[in-house]
């Protein structure tokens, strides 16, 4: 069963604060070169997914072997992943900046919402209902299904307006800012806060000398 997002706990790779930012984040920068990514083949995008805590360690396990039997159809879903994973960081990253959306990111996240919520289900839990989805049977597009669903709701919410993007010179992570003076620059301060510091530092001396 995938579990639902949201009220995660940040950690140093988690700091996103949203599941689909999080999953913009696996590229460490996008559109600058040797950006690293964390999910270079099927085996590490359903680790990650463990790791973030979207799937119960059996079910990963059950991907690791249903991928293994159809390597071709596993390529072909994280790819699609990845497409998903650029529209969607295209798109908070423009919001981000004060711009508008592009409307191809646009296009691209709204065609994985709808494939997405023909899977999404109700269910009954205590004395009411929650969202939830329909049993994954192995899939691996599965794995997608909650990141779409966290991009739909935070476009949808006010919290939009406190998605920011790392300050550092080389990153590009997104996150939400939930100081209370809404004046968080980094993605992490031991990080890029602590990196950008020490460059400003090499560049005072530089001139002093
Ligand atoms: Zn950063």
Do not use: H, Y
């Given at each position: 069963m995938?579990?639902?997002?949201?009220?995660?706990?940040?950690?140093?790779?988690?700091?996103?604060?949203?599941?689909?930012?999080?999953f913009a984040n696996t590229v460490h920068a996008f559109g600058?070169?040797?950006s690293g990514d964390d999910l270079?083949?099927?085996?590490?995008?359903?680790?990650?997914?463990?790791?973030?805590?979207?799937?119960?360690?059996?079910?990963?396990?059950?991907?690791?072997?249903?991928?293994?039997?159809?390597a071709h159809a596993a390529d072909a879903a994280l790819a699609c992943a990845k497409s998903v994973r650029a529209a969607v960081y295209g798109m908070f990253s423009s919001i981000a900046a004060g711009r508008a959306a592009r409307a191809d990111d646009l296009a691209t996240l709204n065609a994985s919402v709808a494939e997405t919520m023909a899977h999404a289900r109700v269910t009954p839990k205590g004395d009411g209902f929650v969202w939830a989805w329909e049993d994954s049977g192995g899939?691996?597009?599965?794995?997608?299904?909650?990141?779409?669903?966290?991009?739909?709701?935070l476009l949808a919410s006010p919290d939009l307006a406190r998605v920011r993007e790392c300050a550092g010179e080389t990153c590009s992570w997104l996150f939400v800012d939930t100081?209370?003076?809404?004046?968080?620059?980094w993605c992490d301060m031991k990080v890029c806060g602590n990196r950008s510091k020490v460059a400003r530092f090499h560049r005072r001396r530089k001139r002093a000398n």
């Open positions: 995938i579990v639902e997002s949201g009220g995660r706990e940040m950690t140093a790779e988690f700091v996103g604060g949203r599941l689909c930012l999080d600058v070169e040797e270079p083949d099927v085996s590490a995008w359903i680790a990650w997914t463990r790791r973030v805590g979207a799937i119960a360690a059996s079910e990963a396990r059950q991907l690791e072997s249903s991928a293994s039997k159809q899939r691996l597009d599965a794995l997608l299904w909650p990141i779409v669903r966290s991009a739909a709701d100081s209370k003076n809404q004046s968080r620059r």
